[in-house]
């Protein structure tokens, strides 16, 4: 982590530090979720567990702070978010056919297709009643309604654009804005709707609801350029989030290999061509994409564009009022780019 | 149709037409589900048109008039549950690699499993914004909220079932109450969420809306215990909703073979057996299987059992005071097993 220490030190005792708030969200998805009663309940709690970087609900949480609610009041819909997270991802790996998350077995290897199916339709389900479920802890039903439908518009954006993104699939001709446009729908929908859905639980007014949706959008943006860079800059690209060459296997174009086509030389545009259309071992391949990617300099021209974004993210903040949980989101802008998680 | 004719002419002129309603469903999920703007909204209308049964939307719009509401109040909740069920066919038929669905090739043959996939995600978050679109046209937020979280909780157990029911697969073994258990999470959760969702949004007395939960339960049993007979009773199969054979292909043990197991001399036992462990023609094994099913009296015992949950949802509608809805809703208490749709 590369968080300042005078960082952290300032959220202390706010109850809005990560662990804590990473910690509130487990405990409330497993009272969601439940304890596995049958065969769809142990493959979402398999999915859950032990839990990812929890960026959603925590987003959620700090941009509802930032407008003065409480923790306690958006918990449940923060735990959703993951949960919808999650149960996207189930699916993005049966679609990818995708044998490692999170360096193990994907939910598809392990349980197969159709279970891994019907559990992240449930997931999916059970997110929605407990977004649905705060009116049980006293928000009101309208902004629980509009909250839910932006985070119901954002689940409808990332599936077309997974489906989209099979469409580019070995398309190596394809334009830099299409791929931008399915970075947009894949990741910073949903980004985007956690924000926008704790500024609306918060009540907030309109023009700060605003400033979190584009916050959000521009978060999740820079946040996947960098996931998309993630295995050509880690030592051990194996404990990075998804397969550690998923993406060299399925031969998608992402954002640095696109920007490594616009800048090759000959031999390099060659090279590129080859690990899209040859047969090749995957570690051999990545070896060479990784190669490449660095000699064209399309690994710092994504990582400055990451940056771009965060700074978007940054710069969405300025009508905020200045509390800890505003410094939360302002320290976010930083790390998700320079982070190794 | 069986209906009878005076049945018909009495809801005359309200409305209430099962063709009128129908037609109103497909133009509103129409509106909801948009022209096909991307490869997912093109895979969501082919699989929503043409239209099935409709059955789920006609019980939602008639329990909401019966308790007083009117059509166009519940129109878009009405149109969101035949995308949420047509969002679980779509991926039921991933898991049962069913080729055909309504006649043609099922959406997992036609566009892929990943499409199928994401098409279904994209129409079930479709659901949710219809059902939650609800505040746009004059409902109270606490209701739709309430109404919605019925249905989430209604496609929790439906998926679950579809999970379970992919571990009974080739077990002729297994319990009879335990199919029925996987018919009740499978079909009848949705049909009683859609009768008690539209009791909610019509604002009806606990009594109207618990008499309109039962009713919908039971008719669900009702019905899908007929659909597993309807491969076994119409003289062209390859008509009726799902593939002819596709649950002798699966070898998916349903209520009439179970009725059959236990009531089979030793030859037709030993038949049964064979269809459900060697390989065989489809034909042929359909062909076996309704001679096995006709001769040990299971297909008549199955239809008795349609039959009496039928008669229960009847019963359940005792406490509703008399309307054209309420003459709809009992009418169909006959036609869902008589049916050959």
């Given at each position: 982590?590369?968080?300042?220490?005078?960082?952290?030190?300032r959220s202390?005792?706010?109850?809005l530090?990560?662990?804590?708030?990473?910690?509130?969200?487990?405990?409330?998805?497993?009272?969601?979720?439940?304890d596995?009663?049958?065969?769809?309940?142990?493959?979402?709690?398999?999915?859950?567990?032990?839990?990812?970087?929890?960026?959603?609900?925590?987003?959620?949480?700090?941009?509802?702070?930032?407008?003065?609610?409480?923790?306690?009041?958006?918990?449940?819909?923060a735990?959703?978010?993951?949960?919808?997270?999650?149960?996207?991802?189930?699916?993005?790996?049966?679609?990818?056919?995708a044998?490692?998350r999170?360096?193990?077995?994907?939910?598809?290897?392990?349980?197969?297709?159709?279970?891994?199916?019907?559990?992240?339709?449930?997931?999916?389900?059970?997110?929605?009643?407990?977004?649905?479920?705060?009116?049980?802890t006293?928000?009101?039903?309208?902004?629980?309604?509009r909250?839910?439908?932006?985070?119901?518009?954002?689940?409808?954006?990332?599936?077309?654009?997974?489906?989209e993104e099979?469409?580019?699939?070995?398309?190596?001709?394809?334009?830099?804005?299409?791929v931008?446009?399915?970075?947009?729908?894949?990741?910073?929908?949903?980004?985007?709707?956690?924000?926008?859905?704790?500024?609306?639980?918060?009540?907030?007014?309109?023009?700060?609801?605003?400033?979190?949706?584009?916050y959000?959008?521009?978060?999740?943006?820079?946040?996947?350029?960098?996931?998309?860079?993630?295995?050509?800059?880690?030592?051990?690209?194996?404990?990075?989030?998804?397969?550690?060459f998923?993406?060299v296997?399925?031969?998608?174009?992402?954002?640095?290999?696109?920007?490594?086509?616009?800048?090759?030389?000959?031999?390099?545009?060659?090279?590129l061509?080859?690990?899209?259309?040859?047969?090749?071992?995957?570690?051999?391949?990545h070896?060479?994409?990784?190669?490449?990617?660095?000699?064209?300099?399309?690994?710092?021209?994504?990582?400055?564009?990451?940056?771009a974004?965060?700074?978007?993210?940054?710069?969405?903040?300025?009508?905020?009022?200045?509390?800890?949980?505003?410094?939360?989101?302002?320290e976010?802008?930083?790390?998700?780019?320079?982070?190794?998680?």
């Amino acid at each position: 982590m590369t968080t300042p220490v005078s960082h952290s030190a300032r959220s202390e005792g706010t109850g809005l530090e990560e662990r804590t708030i990473n910690l509130l969200v487990e405990r409330e998805m497993r009272r969601w979720v439940g304890d596995g009663e049958n065969l769809m309940g142990v493959a979402c709690l398999d999915a859950l567990f032990p839990s990812g970087k929890l960026l959603r609900p925590r987003l959620c949480v700090w941009s509802a702070a930032a407008a003065g609610a409480t923790v306690d009041e958006v918990l449940a819909f923060a735990a959703a978010l993951e949960c919808m997270h999650v149960a996207t991802l189930m699916h993005d790996d049966v679609v990818d056919q995708a044998p490692v998350r999170r360096g193990r077995a994907s939910s598809a290897e392990h349980f197969g297709i159709s279970v891994a199916l019907m559990a992240g339709d449930g997931l999916a389900s059970t997110a929605y009643l407990a977004m649905l479920g705060g009116t049980e802890t006293g928000l009101p039903a309208d902004l629980v309604v509009r909250a839910t439908r932006v985070v119901a518009d954002a689940v409808r954006h990332t599936v077309a654009a997974i489906a989209e993104e099979t469409l580019l699939r070995e398309d190596l001709s394809c334009a830099l804005p299409a791929v931008l446009e399915i970075v947009r729908g894949k990741t910073a929908a949903l980004t985007s709707a956690a924000c926008q859905a704790g500024a609306i639980l918060a009540d907030a007014p309109a023009a700060h609801e605003a400033a979190m949706r584009t916050y959000g959008e521009e978060l999740g943006m820079a946040f996947q350029i960098r996931d998309d860079l993630l295995p050509f800059t880690t030592a051990t690209p194996g404990t990075t989030n998804s397969g550690a060459f998923s993406d060299v296997a399925n031969r998608q174009p992402t954002v640095p290999v696109l920007l490594a086509r616009d800048a090759a030389d000959p031999g390099d545009l060659e090279m590129l061509q080859r690990l899209f259309c040859e047969e090749m071992d995957a570690a051999t391949a990545h070896g060479r994409l990784t190669e490449v990617l660095t000699r064209s300099g399309a690994l710092d021209r994504a990582t400055e564009l990451a940056r771009a974004h965060a700074t978007k993210a940054y710069e969405a903040l300025a009508p905020l009022a200045p509390s800890a949980a505003r410094d939360r989101l302002a320290e976010l802008t930083t790390t998700v780019v320079d982070r190794a998680w």
